[in-house]
């Protein structure tokens, strides 16, 4: 595998102090299928066995460890430093005991690994395993407030977009939804109206709230870049999600990046901190707006619009709606907004989506469903009550992970696409599931890597930079629900839906990934196979999806 993935190098450049060490590739030659079992699980292990016990042989375990092992997280974790201790030939474990100043007696491995605690003998050990420190440290403040200051234009149907919506905004209920296709450029549009938002007012706020840290930091990075077109002075850009920790009461003009899970939990800490954040926002926007109804959440948008009059209220999404055949769930969505909703509009055209494919702005899709008859037991039409996407339950799902037929058809799918395409994502059914279907891919001769949920940050980072680099070759990129939003690879061609869904706005998003047009800088036809059970509903049509909701905003506001 690359550098990029499998974080070694046998160069010497790559150790704090210049000395060779011992690399875990190396240490990897030496591990038997004990030792990688330790290191990635027995769920792994079982599942090849299950699909082709001929995959679990020495070579083909050692290659696999080499792709999925997070060398870091291996030293951080006792039992799998402790294995790759345990790998160290003689003479190297007797270097490494020195460089720790130990004098053993008796077990020398025994002795390195009762001593490797603490982060200074960590720091050691990972130097001697040949994993650097990170080369991009930037100071808390950094990454928690960056200025930016005045490249970035819009397409004409995407600016009357953005007027439209400005228009909504102005008059109450100054609520509005603006509804674009995945990969019709929703996120540029939004900046716009943004930056003119703030550009027309002085020492305000603008509150960008979002689930998914990739869609939070897309946000964050998107503003950077629109602003220095687009701003009229130096404005803060504030990130507070997961371990980013941005003053909010310190924010009196500029653009703030939260998580709705971490403003629900500073809201429950504190309300008032809410409330004082409201008095200073004048526009709040929410990315994916099919969320805005759901109880966690309804509150703190209510909180954020309603404080003021003059307080605006603006959701984005390619899917205005919760659910795929809850009418009731979906005109409560509607209602919350006032039933504004902006749609692109061109004329000659009643779906924008073929105006989009026709002009190059979207690719073509061309899908295929694959049938497979699976030993998965269920009743017909079992969804969860506590999805708010309407979605089949997690048990369910990952099920089909765990079905060797299911699991091989989606191998051989991804074998026949790598004919024809170069970059590929997949969606798994499971974390295991993901690294399963990567696994096999990489026995089978096809460079493949994994981005789960549990993926650490600079890992991620690694992964999806290589991925998009424009190197020759094919890639796949297997993944378990990250990726479906806030995730831009305008190369992937084709895409494979290896996870069941009833769900109109996850399959959406999943066949977003691989609708980049050449206007986009992607591509002008792209393969969409979804891997079915039979007895399960399934989706094939972006226009379809596109318009499915129209009848719910439609509604005139005294339908009942």
């Not at 009229?232 to 920790?245: E, K, P």
């Not at 497979?372 to 997690?394: C, F, I, K, N, W």
């Not at 191998?411 to 969606?427: P, Q």
């Not at 986009?520 to 059970?533: F, K, L, P, R, S």
Request: hydrophobic letters at 40%.
């Amino acid at each position: 595998m690359p550098d990029e993935v499998s974080l070694e190098s046998d160069s010497t450049s790559d150790f704090a102090d210049g000395s060779p060490g011992y690399t875990i590739t190396k240490a990897l030659r030496n591990a038997n299928k004990e030792h990688i079992e330790a290191l990635l699980g027995t769920e792994l292990i079982n599942g090849l066995e299950a699909l082709d016990a001929t995959l679990v042989c020495k070579e083909n375990l050692q290659q696999i460890a080499l792709q999925l092992l997070d060398t870091t997280e291996a030293l951080l974790s006792p039992p799998k430093r402790n294995c790759l201790i345990s790998l160290l030939p003689l003479q190297k474990a007797r270097e490494l005991s020195a460089r720790l100043g130990r004098t053993p007696k008796g077990d020398i491995y025994k002795d390195l690994m009762r001593a490797a605690e603490g982060a200074a003998t960590i720091q050691v050990i990972k130097s001697f395993f040949g994993v650097p420190e990170s080369r991009h440290v930037v100071s808390q403040q950094a990454a928690f407030m960056s200025t930016a200051s005045p490249r970035y234009g819009l397409f004409d149907h995407q600016n009357r977009a953005a007027l439209q919506v400005e228009a909504c905004l102005a008059v109450p209920p100054r609520k509005a939804v603006l509804h674009m296709p995945t990969g019709s450029g929703k996120t540029r549009t939004a900046m716009h109206i943004i930056s003119r938002h703030l550009s027309n007012h002085s020492a305000t706020v603008v509150a960008w709230f979002a689930q998914s840290s990739e869609l939070l930091e897309q946000a964050a990075s998107e503003f950077e870049n629109a602003w220095q077109s687009l701003g009229n002075r130096s404005v803060s850009v504030t990130r507070f999600w997961g371990a980013n920790q941005g003053e909010l009461s310190d924010v009196c003009d500029g653009f703030v990046v939260a998580g709705l899970a971490k403003m629900h939990a500073l809201y429950a800490r504190n309300p008032n901190a809410l409330l004082q954040l409201a008095d200073r926002t004048t526009l709040t926007v929410l990315d994916e707006a099919h969320q805005a109804v759901a109880p966690t959440y309804q509150h703190i948008l209510e909180v954020m619009h309603g404080k003021r009059p003059i307080n605006q209220l603006l959701g984005l999404t390619a899917t205005p709606g919760r659910t795929w055949a809850n009418v009731e769930e979906d005109r409560r969505l509607s209602d919350f907004f006032g039933k504004n909703k902006v749609s692109l509009t061109i004329p000659g055209y009643d779906n924008p989506v073929s105006y989009l494919i026709a002009e190059g702005y979207l690719a073509n899709p061309v899908f295929k469903l694959v049938k497979v008859a699976t030993q998965v037991r269920h009743a017909p039409a079992t969804v969860s009550s506590e999805t708010d996407l309407g979605d089949y339950p997690d048990t369910l799902v990952e099920s089909y992970g765990r079905d060797s037929a299911y699991t091989l058809a989606i191998v051989d799918t991804v074998l026949e696409l790598a004919r024809r395409h170069d970059r590929i994502i997949v969606f798994a059914a499971s974390v295991d599931h993901a690294k399963l279907v990567s696994s096999i891919l990489s026995v089978r001769g096809v460079e493949s890597s994994v981005v789960t949920g549990a993926t650490p940050s600079p890992l991620r980072h690694r992964i999806i930079s290589r991925f998009r680099a424009a190197s020759p070759g094919v890639q796949v990129l297997c993944n378990y629900g990250v990726l479906t939003t806030g995730f831009d690879a305008p190369s992937i061609s084709a895409a494979v839906i290896g996870r069941p869904t009833m769900s109109l706005v996850l399959y959406s998003q999943m066949v977003g990934r691989a609708t980049r047009g050449p206007r986009a800088g992607g591509n002008v036809t792209a393969e969409i196979v979804t891997i079915v059970d039979p007895s399960l509903p399934g989706f094939g049509s972006v226009a379809e999806a596109f318009m499915n909701w129209e009848d719910v905003w439609n509604e005139s506001t005294t339908a009942n």
